[in-house]
């Protein structure tokens, strides 16, 4: 398996856990200063997957495009979302193939992180309108210790100890309020972040951890499969796992372009 390649995963994407909803409500509050209603405001996701945030993005009423470059998560997302009224695209964050002035937000949900920055900030200012905003939004596990996540963590460790995760948890620690406004496309970013509990079934358990490709394309398959066996180990004795996340996002307006033209 190609780290960064999803084609092997996407049919367990659907097991991924989902976004607070009271978190992207407040942050639609702070990303719509004109007070567009929801239904003209034009929402682009990019790198959507298979659509686990952009179906709570149309159910709240928003105007959403789907943008995805893997043919296998799209296909995946156009199923999940099937009665929905959102768009589909191929396209990626350095080349959303999107009209510019387009949309009132971008938002990239657990992916930016695989973009090229310098390329795919640029793009995301483009393709939004003036005073529009980017979110790069994540929720990753919240680990702590003496929990059996943590004793799965440390497992995974001691399996592949050269592992280095793309994103997970404390893991993700790079300076994104730095990142997202170092190539002069966006200011002004705020952050935001809540706690979100989701219960999961040892089967769908099981299935989100099926999708992970960092560790998989790390491991190959004997070590994969130790890891498996080992997490199938230790939730045995459970039905239901309640699973603590820490939904995280960073959120930056347009720089407009008379303003960008005088730096």
Not at 151 to 177: A, D, F, H
Not at 220 to 226: A, F, P, S, T, V
């Amino acid at each position: 398996m190609k780290q960064g390649d999803f084609t092997e995963v996407a049919k367990y994407y659907i097991n991924r856990p989902a976004y607070s909803s009271m978190l992207l409500e407040k942050l639609y509050l702070c990303v719509n200063p004109k007070q567009i209603s929801k239904n003209d405001f034009k929402v682009a996701e990019v790198g959507a997957g298979t659509g686990k945030l952009t179906k709570m993005l149309a159910n709240f009423g928003f105007n959403v495009t789907a943008i995805e470059p893997n043919d296998a998560m799209r296909e995946e997302g156009q199923k999940y979302t099937k009665n929905t009224s959102i768009v589909w695209k191929k396209g990626d964050g350095e080349n959303t193939q999107m009209p510019a002035n387009s949309f009132n937000w971008v938002i990239m949900a657990s992916s930016f992180h695989w973009t090229d920055y310098t390329k795919s900030l640029p793009e995301f200012r483009r393709i939004l309108k003036d005073d529009g905003y980017f979110t790069a939004i994540w929720n990753p596990r919240n680990i702590v210790e003496d929990s059996i996540f943590y004793e799965i963590e440390q497992e995974i460790k001691r399996i592949i100890p050269e592992l280095q995760r793309v994103s997970s948890g404390k893991q993700n620690t790079k300076k994104w309020e730095e990142i997202l406004i170092s190539t002069g496309d966006f200011e002004d970013c705020f952050f935001m972040e809540c706690d979100y509990i989701e219960m999961m079934s040892k089967e769908r358990y099981i299935g989100a951890w099926q999708s992970v490709n960092d560790i998989q394309a790390q491991a190959g398959e004997k070590r994969w499969k130790e890891i498996m066996n080992m997490i199938e180990s230790k939730i045995k004795h459970l039905s239901i796992i309640e699973i603590p996340y820490k939904i995280r996002s960073w959120n930056v307006k347009k720089i407009n372009q008379n303003k960008g033209n005088e730096k």
